[in-house]
């Protein structure tokens, strides 16, 4: 039961709804299921060491609305060893996610063929670079990083935007001064695998903990949705060939795909010469699915004018819907009283069959809370 | 109060902890559903009565005690799963209408919780013999996040709260009787489902946090009331009221999971068998609406308003049964059987229970109560033009 493996799922949601949090949930809890080297699908399961039954039973239920054939895979995880999670995030940096959603990033000793790797993009839509750049004294104000979690500091060589197709896209930042072209990082010293000892602002030395880590791009403002596109992609292919002599499970989260192709607004440092079009979510989504890599991705959603909560049909979003594999959408449903509730409805998931009935849910810190079939009658108001 | 009975027998509520040669109610059966159908003319508190005769004073009794002890002493009780559902109404309302003593009230922030706890000296040997294990979802009260309500449920918390915010010093070592569980708003019936979902999922009420006391097993039978599908459509729309109470049906009436069943547990309040009283004031519903009403249900009590001849200065509320479900075992006994051709009455006001002290009127005959009503539902042919 749960979303086939390698197909890649819009969650589509309005503000509020919850689209960070089912990415962390499938960050932090998507396993998978019946799988091989090519197939098996990916569900939610708890924690290990949760004894929470009723979350369990929960989770239970969000995965039995993609019920799986047995001919799709048989149960176990056989041939799988290594788990490779990326979280891109665009719109929070890691520091806030981590405050507002703490709980549902990993914090205990987990397996050791899991790697989580947040990688906080923030800096592609915020100009987070200029900032640092212009006002250095207020680094101090920061926050910490939560521990259990090493930040590395990734940017573009001589903070130059233009990519070029040949050259090194991302640089590695253990020292300043001389940064490192990521393809050319040894095995046993670069931001991906391997265990290494450092120094900390203390002059303490420490070792990096080899499974969860934060990538932090420090990029400046980048117009072009194309081009943080391409080099999102660069990263991710850096990170994943590290792993491929494993033959990896390969996850991935973006918050938000809405974000990631976001265009650039008239007048804007640099203007965007490719709007927001069917060319790159397509590149994006195609090049995802041949590495095999299951997906969600977070996508605003759309109405159009006019449209109110009770009265606008279901889900107006963009070309996501067309694209994508699969699509998960979030919203709310307003009772006469006044009263809403968030909802889900599976709307698409290529491969298999699915329920398409509307869920009313409910989330708190620890992730999904409760789910059962919507009450509502939208002809009656 | 034995605890030996088998988990797989089936238990009848037996109502106002009374035979119902008394009650004028026979033994209701579990897996069946009952509509209490109030005329215009009964007001909103006069069912508070019967409702408090279901929630604080019905206790349970074996199959087997009813087929091997039928019509002698000595039978064995239970205590109920009471769930009750207060949509636009406070449960207040039943305990304060119940008391015999209003001087009181104000030093009690739960007036409930007083009932409850059987504060009352008159009250107490009926306490002993079986405590109702009682859970209240009312829409009134300030909003909790679900760990909160589990948290609630799990810990007994809500009398305790009330005993210590009324300055009781009877709270320590006692056994939490009752768990309630607010809502913002009564026009969410998600939100109300996900609070009928997470009663349904515990086990036993521990012992209030801090305390050393034993933890209170669940009782035999589920018993939910709510009050009321007119309550709820006013604030929410019929069809979606009916939902829920479709919902509410399917799983804790109609379908507990088989023993065999992985899931199942017979020590879990959902895996219990249930039975449900649901409350609709005929006066603010279509006919159409009404009848729809009466097909979730399989057991119809009406109810109605009169003053007794001669005495037109009171005002009592009478009780029948126009429908009941069809039994395959004692279907002539009195005890399994209502006697449709009799109304029950009580009086609405007062604090004083429907039955003993001689408040039970069995000489009102059916026809003088209901003289405009049409023929019950159970045999009702469609008529012509």
Request: contains cysteine; aromatic residues 10%; hydrophobic residues 35%.
């Amino acid at each position: 039961m749960g979303i086939p493996r390698g197909n890649t799922v819009a969650l589509v949601g309005d503000p509020g709804t919850g689209k960070t949090t089912f990415l962390l949930l499938f960050f932090q809890q998507g396993r998978l299921s019946g799988g091989s080297e090519e197939g098996g699908w990916v569900e939610l399961g708890c924690r290990d060491g949760d004894q929470d039954h009723w979350r369990e039973a929960t989770l239970a239920a969000f995965n039995r609305l993609m019920p799986v054939s047995e001919t799709n895979g048989k149960s176990g995880s056989d041939g799988v060893q290594t788990v490779v999670r990326v979280f891109i995030s665009l719109d929070n940096t890691f520091e806030s996610v981590s405050r507002t959603h703490g709980n549902l990033l990993p914090d205990i000793e987990d397996a050791e063929e899991e790697h989580w790797f947040f990688i906080d993009a923030t800096s592609m839509l915020t100009g987070r670079l200029q900032d640092g750049l212009r006002y250095p004294r207020l680094a101090a104000l920061q926050p910490e990083s939560p521990k259990g979690w090493h930040v590395e500091e990734l940017n573009l060589g001589g903070w130059n935007p233009n990519v070029s197709e040949e050259g090194p896209s991302w640089y590695w930042v253990r020292d300043r001064k001389r940064p490192k072209p990521l393809a050319e990082c040894d095995s046993d010293r670069n931001p991906f695998v391997g265990e290494s000892k450092y120094k900390d602002k203390d002059n303490q030395e420490k070792t990096m903990n080899p499974q969860r880590r934060v990538l932090r791009l420090m990029t400046p403002y980048l117009g072009d949705p194309l081009r943080r596109v391409a080099l999102i992609k660069d990263l991710l292919a850096a990170l994943f060939a590290q792993f491929i002599s494993e033959k990896p499970f390969l996850l991935l989260t973006v918050d938000s795909l809405s974000s990631l192709l976001q265009p650039a607004p008239q007048g804007a440092v640099e203007p965007a010469p490719h709007g927001r079009d069917r060319r790159q979510i397509l590149n994006l989504v195609r090049w995802l699915e041949e590495l095999q890599v299951t997906s969600l991705l977070a996508v605003e959603a759309h109405r159009e004018e006019g449209a109110t909560l009770r009265t606008h049909p279901l889900y107006m979003g963009g070309l996501e819907r067309y694209l994508a594999s699969g699509v998960i959408q979030l919203d709310y449903h307003q009772y006469p009283s006044g009263d809403v509730i968030r909802t889900l409805q599976i709307l698409k998931m290529r491969g298999i069959r699915h329920d398409m009935r509307p869920y009313a849910y409910d989330l708190d810190e620890g992730g999904l809370a409760w789910l059962e079939p919507l009450i509502a009658d939208r002809g009656e108001s | 109060m034995s605890n030996d009975a088998d988990n797989n027998e089936d238990f009848y509520l037996r109502f106002g902890g009374v035979e119902p040669e008394e009650s004028g109610v026979p033994l209701l059966p579990p897996f069946y559903a009952y509509l209490l159908k109030l005329s215009p003319r009964v007001g909103l508190v006069d069912i508070y009565p019967w409702l408090a005769e279901v929630i604080f004073y019905s206790d349970v009794i074996s199959q087997e005690d009813i087929q091997e002890k039928n019509g002698r002493n000595g039978e064995s009780s239970y205590p109920p799963n009471v769930i009750t559902f207060f949509i636009d109404d406070h449960k207040d309302n039943i305990a304060s209408a119940m008391a015999p003593d209003r001087n009181g009230r104000d030093k009690w922030t739960d007036y409930f919780a007083r009932y409850c706890h059987a504060i009352w000296p008159e009250e107490t040997e009926l306490r002993e013999k079986q405590q109702p294990r009682i859970f209240v979802v009312d829409t009134y009260g300030e909003f909790h996040r679900p760990e909160e309500l589990n948290d609630r449920l799990e810990h007994g918390i809500g009398l305790n709260d009330a005993l210590k915010s009324s300055g009781s010093d009877n709270s320590s070592g006692e056994y939490p009787l009752y768990v309630r569980s607010a809502l913002a708003g009564a026009g969410n019936p998600a939100r109300m489902l996900q609070k009928f979902s997470a009663i349904g999922r515990l086990q036993k009420l521990s012992a209030p946090r801090g305390n050393n006391g034993e933890s209170l097993s669940l009782g035999k039978l589920n018993v939910f009331v709510f009050n009321s599908i007119t309550y709820l459509t006013r604030t929410i729309g019929f069809r979606e009221a009916m939902q829920l109470i479709r919902a509410i049906l399917e799983r804790g009436v109609w379908k507990p999971n088989p023993p065999e069943r992985k899931e199942s547990d017979p020590e879990r309040l959902r895996d219990k068998d249930g039975l449900f009283f649901a409350v609709l004031h005929e006066g603010v519903h279509s006919n159409d609406q009404i009848r729809y009403a009466e097909t979730f249900f399989d057991g119809v009590i009406r109810f109605d308003a009169y003053h007794p001849p001669g005495n037109p200065g009171e005002r009592w509320i009478a009780y029948a049964f126009e429908q009941f479900p069809l039994l395959r075992d004692g279907a002539h006994s009195v005890r399994l059987q209502p006697d449709y051709e009799r109304a029950r009455s009580y009086l609405p006001r007062g604090g004083r229970r429907l039955l003993g002290d001689g408040a039970l009127d069995k000489k009102i005959l059916r026809e003088y109560i209901f003289p405009q009503q049409d023929e019950p539902v159970r045999s009702a042919a469609p008529k012509e033009g």
